[in-house]
Nanobody, 126 residues
Framework: EVQLVESGGGLVQTGGSLNLSCVTS????????IGWFRQAPGKGREGVSC????????RYADSVKGRFTIFSDNAKKTVYLFMDNLKPEDTAVYYC???????????????????WGQGTQVVVSS
């Protein structure tokens, strides 16, 4: 059974940082693309970042470029999203997801992703 479990969310002040974790199981790690998404209250789900293992390449939404970094620990089958210089507009539930297709594509569309975690809440106070 494919499982993705996020953790690391919390309350942080503007300018602070958080490191989200996505622990995976039930599939061959590195054979899927892993994406991070977020959903703010009253808004749709937004693709934040994606990591392609075959290419060792990451993509980021323009809103987080230069502030967020996606990386993996293959031994732990875990993908992280380090978030720096956080802003109130980063407040959302953050989800990780896995895509059978191991490559990342422009736009980081949620429709491509097959498996989802339950989410972790991030609140950035002003």
């Amino acid at each position: 059974e494919v499982q993705l479990v996020e953790s690391g969310g919390g309350l942080v002040q503007t300018g602070g940082s958080l490191n989200l974790s996505c622990v995976t199981s039930g599939f061959a790690f590195g054979h899927y693309a892993i994406g991070w998404f977020r959903q703010a209250p009253g808004k749709g789900r937004e693709g934040v970042s994606c990591f392609s293992f075959p290419e060792s390449k990451a993509r980021y939404a323009d809103s987080v470029k230069g502030r967020f970094t996606i990386f993996s620990d293959n031994a732990k089958k875990t993908v992280y999203l380090f978030m720096d210089n956080l802003k109130p507009e980063d407040t959302a539930v953050y989800y990780c997801a896995a895509d059978w297709d191991p490559f990342c594509y422009e736009g980081i569309s949620e429709s491509r992703y097959d498996y989802w975690g339950q989410g972790t809440q991030v609140v950035v106070s002003s």
